[in-house]
């Protein structure tokens, strides 16, 4: 990780001298040991400030969005899934490429520093496992699929057994069984909307959860609006979740997100495939439900 | 002095539970917060007076996140308000520490002072007993002194229990707290105990001045530094026992229909949008700079005291590392010459 730091504040060096960016993205430490935090240095003399480590797990892609109406030209270090998270954005043409110099990492894995700060503030929930984070057990991608320069070897998927397994397990409920199971997860949602704002998916500039005329989606806190809240964000995200799984690790009461977004994988993929979201920068290239085919199936409707 | 067992525990939460819906600190699957006794289900749920503090603080029971206000009627011209859903029902929060007690009594300046009372809110607050859990090893996150907040002694509750190890000392502390003692006095014991020694805090956190400092520096260029990584989540305000921004919304089903009020949060575009379109917080800085605005600015010139009670949730959930405390050191060391 020394090794990857090391390389990354070269190339930040080098990027301000040749004044390639005004703006660098990656990561740094906090007080605490596992306290990694994203970091955006602004000239070369905050490069040393930056670090990449185990705990370097919060995807930046997300925060490009901040920039969008800039004129900046901004670096940003990418895992695999923060990669795609940049292709997502690329794709529904929220930034130029050429604004972007992206530095690449190949991922082996990351840990969660919110688990760890939960486990050792003496607030916490369950004591969560500390390796390595849920998402990254999941994680296909783990090299990045869009960069300028890459950094590191290449990795294998770090997925072990079978993808949607646990999808499976819920498509093999019964109405009511499932039914149930939602109603009583989703009743615990605190509505905050943090799954939304750390999404690279969620690129709207007006949310539809934030349009009040007319209101779409109700704010009360019941399992009526809650569930609404859910359902439309699924329908947003299928064919656009690029599975870097940051909307449940963010999550502050451990609402299982990642199980509906891997079920719209799922589905797309079956439906609509083969297709993974954010694979690959094409311009110009379309998210499968972005586009109309008349071949596309509708017995479903 | 008056002990509370914890074998007794149980009996005493469900005789209160018989005149009071009361709210004990557990752990619930995932999940940590207050939750009415009534509800506890023993095989996943865990009660849990011990922890350090819960995830979710109580201040939902006082101010819920959705809260029905009246029901209204349109009859032709006319609008008819048929009812309104003031809620005075008994409640009783068992075990808060200090700096959720002081939360709420934060609350009760905004809703209560200065002229103008929220009816809705007077009603479940004076309908509720605190009982307060006295801190006597703060966490790593824990920074509520320096927020002048008294956590062996908390202020606002009516009654105080102390973690002897077997039991609790019971100190009833306020007219109301008598009532509640009287119910449940048969349970207690009486015997003379040591109390434990309080432990030093974890971290080192100086708010003095730092109120005064901030009248000067909204401009100031820390502001689009510090907001730089913030996502806007609205995580912190939403986990806060301090934050009492709210919304008031209506649903109407024809001429049918009923106005509410749900917890808002500064952090969001939509809370400042003005009907007009307009916005005054239209990025992420102005929003983050309001949220430590009113915290630690705002609120002490109005109420002398800060709207932060530093039991350093939002330290610890804030997905971009994000931490008042660190806010705080960096206005201190800001320089406002220029
Ligand atoms: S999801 Fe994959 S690429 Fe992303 S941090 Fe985890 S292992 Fe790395
Ligand atoms: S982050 Fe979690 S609690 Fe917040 S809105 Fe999303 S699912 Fe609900
Ligand atoms: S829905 Fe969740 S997993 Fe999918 S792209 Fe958004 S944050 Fe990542
Ligand atoms: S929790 Fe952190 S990232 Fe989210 S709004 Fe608060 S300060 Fe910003
Ligand atoms: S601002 Fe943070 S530390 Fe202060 S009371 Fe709110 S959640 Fe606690």
Redesign the interface.
């Known amino acids: 990780m020394k090794e990857i730091t090391n390389k990354i504040k070269e190339t930040a060096t080098r990027l301000f001298k040749e004044g390639q960016v005004d703006i660098f993205m990656a990561w740094t430490k906090g007080d605490l040991p596992f306290q990694t935090k994203p970091y955006f240095a602004r000239s070369v003399d905050d490069v040393d400030n930056i670090i990449f480590d185990e705990y370097s797990i919060h995807n930046l892609s997300g925060t490009l969005l901040k920039f969008r109406d800039g004129q900046e030209k901004i670096g940003i270090v990418v895992k695999g899934c923060d990669s795609r998270g940049v292709v997502r954005i690329l794709e529904d043409n929220q930034f130029q490429r050429d604004r972007l110099y992206i530095v690449g990492v190949c991922c082996p894995g990351m840990k969660d520093p919110l688990v760890a700060m939960k486990n050792y503030s003496g607030f916490n929930n369950k004591n969560s496992a500390e390796g390595i984070a849920a998402k990254c057990l999941n994680c296909t991608t783990p090299n990045p699929v869009i960069y300028d320069e890459i950094i590191g070897e290449e990795q294998p998927p770090h997925l072990q057994g079978e993808r949607f397994e646990q999808v499976n397990a819920l498509e093999n409920m019964s109405y009511d069984e499932r039914y149930k199971f939602w109603a009583d997860t989703f009743s615990t949602c605190i509505r905050c909307y943090a799954c939304r704002q750390v999404c690279p998916a969620c690129n709207c500039r007006t949310c539809i959860f934030d349009e009040m005329k007319p209101q779409w989606v109700g704010r009360e806190n019941n399992s009526t609006d809650n569930m609404m809240y859910h359902l439309v964000k699924a329908y947003h995200m299928a064919g656009r979740c690029i599975e870097c799984g940051e909307c449940e690790r963010v999550c502050p009461v451990n609402i299982p997100l990642m199980l509906i977004n891997r079920k719209l994988v799922k589905d797309v993929n079956e439906l609509f495939g083969s297709y993974e979201a954010g694979m690959k920068y094409e311009e110009g290239a379309k998210p499968a439900l972005s586009v109309y085919n008349v071949n596309d199936p509708d017995n479903f409707l | 002095m008056k002990i509370l067992s914890k074998t007794r525990l149980e009996n005493v939460f469900n005789k209160l539970n018989e005149t009071a819906e009361v709210f004990v600190p557990m752990?619930r699957?995932?999940?940590?917060g207050f939750y009415p006794w009534q509800t506890f289900a023993a095989g996943s749920d865990k009660l849990w007076l011990e922890?350090?503090?819960?995830?979710?603080p109580p201040k939902n029971v006082v101010f819920p996140?959705?809260e029905r206000m009246y029901n209204i009627k349109q009859e032709g011209q006319d609008v008819k308000i048929d009812e309104t859903y003031e809620d005075s029902k008994s409640r009783v929060i068992f075990g808060a520490r200090a700096c959720d007690v002081k939360g709420i009594t934060c609350m009760d300046d905004v809703f209560l002072t200065r002229g103008y009372e929220d009816s809705f809110y007077k009603a479940r607050r004076q309908a509720t007993t605190i009982i307060a859990n006295a801190c006597y090893a703060p966490?790593?996150?824990c920074f509520c002194s320096a927020m002048g907040v008294k956590y062996v002694d908390p202020e606002g509750a009516d009654i105080i229990i102390r973690d002897i190890g077997d039991g609790y000392v019971w100190e009833t502390i306020t007219e109301k707290g008598e009532m509640l003692t009287a119910r449940i006095a048969d349970l207690l014991e009486e015997r003379e105990v040591t109390l434990p020694e309080p432990k030093p805090f974890q971290q080192d956190v100086n708010y003095d001045g730092v109120a005064e400092k901030l009248k000067g520096m909204f401009e100031h260029p820390l502001w689009d530094k510090l907001s730089?990584?913030c996502?806007?989540?609205?995580?912190c305000?939403?986990?806060c026992p301090s934050c009492y921004c709210f919304?008031i919304?209506v649903?109407m089903y024809g001429n049918e229909g009923y106005r509410?009020r749900?917890?808002d949060?500064c952090m969001?575009?939509?809370y400042t949008?003005e009907a007009g379109g307009g916005n005054p917080r239209p990025?992420?800085k102005e929003r983050f700079r309001n949220r430590f605005l009113h915290k630690l600015e705002f609120f002490k010139e109005r109420y002398g005291h800060p709207l932060c009670t530093g039991c350093?949730?939002c330290t610890?959930?804030c997905?971009?590392?994000?931490?008042i405390v660190k806010i705080i050191d960096a206005v201190k060391e800001a320089d406002t010459d220029a």
């Not at chain 2, 699957?29 to 940590?32: A, H, L, N, T, V």
């Not at chain 2, 997905?319 to 931490?323: D, L, N």
């Open positions: 752990q699957g995932e999940q940590s922890a350090l503090n819960v995830y979710l996140q959705t966490g790593i996150a730089q990584t996502q806007n989540c609205g995580i305000t939403y986990v919304d919304q649903k509410f749900c917890w949060s969001y575009e939509e949008r990025a992420s350093g949730r610890v959930v997905p971009a590392g994000i931490s």
